[in-house]
């Protein structure tokens, strides 16, 4: 019986007599390894072993301590307000009227703002920055709108709408000269009126190749504001368009009105010869990353020269938007 059986592995395996011998034995090891679980729970005293008091009070102590968290964790349930930690109460929003110009970190934190957040609107407002208008608090990056709606009613912004006053100066008795008047409703005998020489007019300037001072005689627009506007323009190689202003991080409503007024687009940008750049040049431009930027000049190694903007349309990793916004700065 067994010497048929192993003629029929060896005929159906095609094996030698020895394989087959040594497949006998690995089947029955096999079966030994996945019985001997279930024979060893048959052999083995199922009988628990003692405990002693001492373990039985632990587990009685375990058992009266899950119980009271379960019914800690169904309270909360029940009444959700119990179930705030103490940071978030802490963290829940005190409203009161404030001007965002000066209000301080931790009170804006009281206001409902995050640290983090709190933190960039001063570092804002230390670079220069200034809130003339309520929306303008909206202009800083990640400012959550549903937040601003909430503030927006509590929000003091003082009146800058100042009635310019004449300045009337009384002649001092004691040698020359003048000394201003308490009264600026009357004028006394003998009295005159100092008038302040006006400020020259300005006038609409290039900004593609105005300079920091051109720039800081705008209203809103300091030193630090005037030289990021120009490093962000010698980036891009010149303006195409006032839209692109509202790029300029940092520009509040009245200088980006001042510069949309008076910064004019008179001359052209400086271009890239996509045909013969290399991508270090291209991804110069902070409208294209390096990726896109070696990805146009393998495509044109491959398939040449590149006629018009619509040609970089077969590069899938440009995108509709991405090409429009760079073919002013591309010269074929």
Not at 256 to 266: A, P, S, V, W, Y
């Amino acid at each position: 019986m067994i010497n048929r059986f192993i003629q029929l592995i060896r005929d159906y395996f095609g094996m030698s007599h020895k394989e087959t011998r040594g497949f006998l034995v690995l089947v029955f090891l096999t079966l030994l390894c996945l019985l001997f679980p279930f024979l060893y729970r048959l052999n083995t005293d199922r009988k628990l072993p003692a405990t002693s008091a001492a373990d039985q009070r632990k587990l009685d102590s375990l058992v009266a301590l899950m119980q009271q968290q379960e019914q800690q964790q169904t309270s909360l349930r029940d009444n959700p307000e119990k179930n705030r930690t103490t940071a978030e109460h802490f963290s829940e929003p005190k409203l009161f009227t404030f001007d965002p110009n000066t209000v301080s970190v931790r009170e804006w934190q009281q206001l409902g703002l995050p640290r983090w957040l709190a933190e960039r609107i001063d570092k804002y407002r230390t670079k220069g920055g200034r809130f003339r208008k309520k929306d303008d608090l909206l202009r800083i990056y990640d400012f959550p709108p549903d937040l601003y709606d909430q503030l927006e009613p509590y929000i003091k912004l003082p009146d800058q709408n100042v009635a310019s006053q004449s300045t009337t100066y009384k002649p001092i008795t004691s040698g020359n000269g003048y000394e201003k008047g308490n009264d600026l409703s009357k004028l006394n005998s003998g009295s005159a009126t100092y008038t302040r020489p006006a400020k020259p007019v300005l006038q609409p300037f290039d900004i593609n190749t105005a300079d920091t001072v051109q720039l800081k005689a705008l209203k809103g627009i300091g030193s630090t504001l005037a030289k990021r506007i120009i490093k962000f323009r010698d980036a891009l190689g010149g303006f195409v368009s006032t839209e692109q202003f509202r790029d300029i991080y940092g520009l509040d409503s009245l200088a980006l009105d001042e510069l949309q007024r008076f910064g004019q687009i008179r001359s052209a940008p400086r271009r890239i010869a996509v045909n013969s750049a290399s991508a270090e040049e291209l991804d110069k431009h902070p409208f294209l990353s390096r990726r896109q930027a070696e990805l146009i000049v393998r495509y044109r190694e491959q398939h040449g020269a590149y006629t018009s903007a619509e040609a970089l349309r077969p590069i899938r990793i440009l995108d509709a938007k991405t090409i429009e916004k760079i073919a002013p700065y591309l010269e074929f």
